[in-house]
């Protein structure tokens, strides 16, 4: 997957261009404020049309402008392709070689991404939340039937605990749950064994990338951490098992909380550092390299299930990481094409081979 060509017009803070990046490492240089993070921003919205900043599409249109608009020349599924996304109000039109289409959700399927940011450095800094949010977005990117079971399980759960909070006002209700608790099981065992398999195959990959970017000095686990005693490599029959145990046994504190205390949408990723979790223990460019790790081992396991590599998009990545692991990121990321951002000339001066854009006050160079 290479991005051969990006146009953009009226789009945020950014002056209408054309840039033309290379295949390798593509360093955007400049201060802070001057729409570095804009130009990734445009990158990744042809991933499904969604930022990863705002969630307003009427946000990336330009002050006193009626439009923006996208579009992106790049190499993937071995042929040349383009798409383009127009920003008008609140809505968004998108098209794909020429022919549009209902839903920005048509470009998931030709181009691929994978973005870090300084806000998923709350995989680690936050709670369990955040880590169940990135490996369900992973593995629902991966299996569209994944998102069809985090949706149906999310419903049911819902709709259990809303059940849960009318039995503590009346109890007659409680032989009801039963209608519940099947449908919620079998969706929850299927959603469990998803989310182990994935963590699995991440750890490998990040373990590598993280050896790589500490120079071998540091091992970096990940393991999957389950409310109901399921171990990663329990079969289907004996997670639904535990699994319907442990909602059985804990009916009565279920209905006295109002909701329900065990199953997978109370599970956690556990992330350790040289035996030690890295929420707790780990320094700040430690716990960066971490969240780096986990980035590209998601950008490794895509590669494998799409058959080519997706591009790479690291925001402020540089910062709080020493030369040794910042040369890592900027020289031996191979056989991918990679964009950068960065605010030091020192930064810009460790590149050995690429291109770079400077950017002043939205201007591209």
Aim: one cysteine or more; aromatic letters at 8%; glycine letters at 6%.
């Amino acid at each position: 997957m290479k991005v051969i060509a990006l146009k953009f017009e009226n789009y945020r803070n950014l002056k209408d261009n054309i840039i033309t990046p290379c295949d390798g490492v593509n360093m955007i240089y400049g201060d802070n404020a001057q729409g570095k993070t804009n130009l990734l921003e445009a990158l990744w919205l042809f991933c499904g049309g969604h930022s990863f900043r705002s969630s307003k599409d009427n946000e990336v249109i330009q002050w006193n402008k009626e439009f923006a608009k996208l579009e992106m020349r790049f190499l993937g599924q071995e042929r040349e392709q383009t798409a383009k996304i127009l920003f008008k109000g609140n809505k968004k039109q998108v098209q794909i070689n020429g022919v549009k289409k209902e839903s920005a959700a048509a470009l998931i399927e030709r181009y691929c991404a994978v973005v870090f940011s300084p806000e998923h450095l709350n995989l680690i800094k936050r709670g369990p939340l955040e880590r169940r949010k990135f490996i369900d977005s992973a593995i629902c990117r991966e299996k569209l039937k994944n998102a069809v079971i985090l949706s149906k399980y999310n419903k049911i759960l819902n709709q259990r605990n809303s059940l849960l909070k009318d039995i503590y006002r009346r109890p007659s209700l409680e032989d009801t749950l039963e209608i519940w608790d099947e449908p919620l099981i079998k969706n929850g065992v299927l959603l469990i064994k998803s989310r182990i398999e994935y963590v699995n195959f991440l750890s490998n990959r990040a373990s590598f990338y993280h050896n790589g970017i500490s120079k071998g000095s540091e091992e970096l686990k990940i393991s999957y951490i389950s409310s109901c005693g399921i171990n990663e490599n329990d079969s289907e029959e004996e997670i639904f098992y535990k699994l319907k145990n442990k909602i059985k046994n804990n009916r009565k504190e279920d209905i006295k909380t109002g909701f329900t205390n065990f199953g997978p949408h109370r599970d956690d990723i556990e992330i350790v550092i040289n035996g030690k979790n890295a929420k707790s223990f780990a320094s700040q460019g430690q716990q960066r390299s971490a969240v780096l790790s986990l980035k590209l081992a998601e950008a490794s396991v895509l590669k494998e299930k799409m058959g080519e590599e997706p591009v790479i998009l690291l925001d402020d990545v540089l910062s709080e990481l020493d030369s040794k692991r910042q040369n890592f990121l900027i020289n031996e990321l191979n056989d991918c094409q990679v964009f950068i951002t960065c605010c030091e000339k020192s930064n810009r001066e460790q590149l050995k081979e690429g291109k770079v854009f400077y950017l002043s006050n939205g201007e591209v160079i």
